[in-house]
């Protein structure tokens, strides 16, 4: 009987201790499943990129995939972070615009999805039709090669003004060859734009930044592009990156039903899904 009790003793022992270890080991697989989480940085513009993409967070979580919004207030910084990996995707402009950065920069940003046309609109706070225009009056557009472009393709559009052979989205205004009412254009950075309006005849708008400055596109634009606009916005990402499936599921969330009835109910027609 004394024998047995040591043994007993031993037994139970082994057993407390092998019981109190249990928990650790249950413990391990979260550690792991948390060391697994995506993080994905995207740069993006205030409105309505930064918007939108709030929309996909939780549909990235779902996925295992922590989406963090770094939000940029100018057309360049974006791409260069991009460029020097600072970012993995940014999400604020249109395919035009990237072509003509990639040009001047030498730069390998490819589009992975797109999302949006803003259109772009003509706003004035002096007169509420174009007939109003006077001659020698003032626009100001966006100082950008594609939008400024864009902006004189609007006008043209609306026989305010022609451009050489047609015009293209390489136009400029020294390819202006027929203004009627000898319209004078200033060129000004496109956020600055709301800005200045006071101080102008007139101004073409980029919608991402006419929201923000409580300008309706569809209420209070003169003018104001179609559905039919080339300038879809686009998920920008890296070239040699296409085969990333966080980037892949990014894509796929920009593109989905819950980011267009987002686009629909939000903006009311002033932003349009190009999906």
Do not use: W
């Not at 989480?37 to 967070?57: C, D, F, N, R, S």
């Not at 004035?124 to 006077?134: F, Q, R, V, W, Y």
């Not at 400024?148 to 989205?169: C, H, P, T, Y």
């Amino acid at each position: 009987m004394k024998k047995i009790l040591p043994l007993v003793l031993a037994l139970s022992l082994l057993a407390s201790f092998t019981i109190g270890c249990a928990p650790k080991e249950e413990a391990a697989p979260a550690a792991a499943e948390n060391e697994k989480e995506t993080v994905l940085k995207v740069g993006a513009t205030p409105i309505p990129h930064a918007e939108i993409l709030e929309v996909v967070k939780p549909l990235l979580e779902k996925k295992g995939i922590k989406l963090e919004v770094i939000v940029f207030n100018d057309y360049v910084q974006p791409n260069t972070a991009l460029a020097d990996k600072e970012l993995d995707a940014n999400f604020f402009q249109h395919q035009p615009y990237l072509d003509n950065f990639n040009k001047e920069r030498g730069l390998n940003l490819v589009s992975a999805a797109k999302v949006h046309v803003e259109p772009l609109g003509l706003y004035s706070k002096k007169i509420n039709s174009i007939a109003e225009l006077k001659d020698g009056s003032t626009i100001a557009i966006p100082d950008d090669a594609t939008n400024n472009a864009r902006s004189l393709l609007l006008l043209q559009e609306n026989g305010i003004i022609k451009l050489k052979d047609g015009g293209s989205i390489s136009s400029s205004e020294n390819d202006v060859v027929e203004n009627p009412k000898n319209l004078k254009f200033q060129a000004i950075e496109a956020a600055q734009l709301p800005r200045i309006l006071e101080d102008v005849d007139a101004a073409i708008i980029n919608t991402n930044f006419a929201i923000p400055a409580n300008l309706n596109p569809v209420k209070d634009a003169l003018l104001i592009e179609d559905g039919n606009s080339p300038y879809a916005n686009t998920l920008v990402i890296r070239g040699g990156d296409e085969g990333r499936e966080d980037l892949k599921e990014l894509s796929n969330a920009l593109n989905s039903p819950e980011v267009k009835k987002f686009i629909e109910e939000k903006y009311e027609g002033a932003i349009i899904a190009a999906y």
